[in-house]
């Protein structure tokens, strides 16, 4: 079960999301980042959300279809985090239904 940080909690007086603490960019901005059309620029956001934002707020921006999607490009932007979404990806395509 997820328990995702609420959307009101998710940023600061300035509307920058938590996990983006080394850019200066607001939600919004950085959620058509993640609708970019460009597939590099989708990747890079996504690493960077899945590198510094809690796991179960990933979910909130994005489905397990569209990382897996993107898993080619993004992989790279994961850091030491690759390992623990590696992991994660491997017991879902294993378990019945999955998630997302």
Not at 54 to 71: A, Q, S, Y
């Amino acid at each position: 079960m997820l328990n995702p940080t609420p959307r009101s909690k998710l940023v600061d007086a300035q509307g920058r999301p938590y996990f983006l603490w080394d850019q200066e960019m607001t939600l919004e901005r950085f959620e058509e980042r993640l609708r970019d059309p460009d597939p590099d620029v989708r990747a890079y956001y996504t690493g960077k959300l899945m590198r510094q934002a809690k796991p179960d707020d990933v979910f909130t921006f994005l489905t397990r279809k569209e990382i897996e999607k993107l898993w080619p490009r993004l992989d790279r932007y994961l850091g030491n985090t690759r390992e623990f979404w590696t992991w994660i990806f491997e017991a879902w395509r294993g378990s019945p239904g999955g998630h997302g």
